[in-house]
């Protein structure tokens, strides 16, 4: 079952749709809904896809595809900020394909340095960083600056920014960023051996770095990458 806000955004995502065959902006989006920032919009985006009402297509640069809509919604009226649509009850229609369009960059937080080589301490910050929304997948993401050589064999370089889906589970092998002792941070590759945690980097002048399992937690898994070419 969807949320008020969760319902008065796929109206308002279909109708325009249906209209143009484009889907509105992220800053259209937040004015219709009355919200305060783009990362509210996110957030109900990323709900919708986890429930099956809307897609991103990862082959095609920033789009949105709606899948369905809730059961007994048809024509919407033009959506209010202030109420939830309306709904009318309809006989069922036959399904028809709704057209794919495209969407503007989703801004995420970003929480400043992490090390790819020796771990140092995730700062949190109030920045945000803009991101393709075809570069995330579903869930909360945030965004971390790479500093250190020690995952260059992974294309992960100096002044990258680590595009992260939070999380704080692993499978072996993911790359993920892993909080040691409470107070460091770092990002690298996650593995088991025997009852210890590894830490692997992607870099061959760098050792691997055991943990006792207490000693690490996962905070979240390698999403995508950007870089900056000044």
Excluded: C, W
């Amino acid at each position: 079952m969807l949320t008020a806000k969760q319902q008065e955004l796929l109206i308002f995502i279909q109708k325009r749709l249906e209209e143009g065959g484009v889907s509105p902006s992220f800053d259209e989006m937040k004015d219709a809904l009355d919200l305060k920032s783009k990362s509210g919009i996110h957030r109900l985006i990323s709900a919708l896809e986890e429930r099956g009402f809307i897609r991103r297509l990862p082959n095609r640069a920033r789009a949105l595809e709606v899948l369905k809509m809730p059961e007994g919604v048809i024509r919407t009226q033009p959506v209010a900020t202030d109420k939830v649509v309306p709904l009318k009850q309809a006989p069922a229609a036959p399904a028809r394909q709704i057209p794919i369009a495209a969407n503007d960059v989703i801004e995420i937080p970003l929480h400043g340095r992490i090390a790819a080589g020796v771990p140092i301490e995730a700062m949190e910050s109030d920045r945000m960083l803009p991101v393709p929304a075809a570069l995330l997948g579903s869930g909360e993401h945030y965004a971390l600056e790479v500093s250190g050589d020690s995952m260059i064999e992974a294309g992960i370089l100096d002044g990258d920014y680590a595009l992260i889906q939070r999380t704080d589970v692993a499978r072996e092998g993911q790359i993920v960023v892993a909080l040691v002792n409470d107070e460091e941070a770092t990002l690298k590759y996650f593995r088991r051996e025997g009852p210890r945690v590894r830490l692997d980097p992607a870099n061959a002048s760098y050792e691997p770095q055991f943990y006792e399992p207490g000693q690490v937690r996962i905070q979240g898994k390698l999403a995508g990458l950007l870089r900056r070419y000044n």
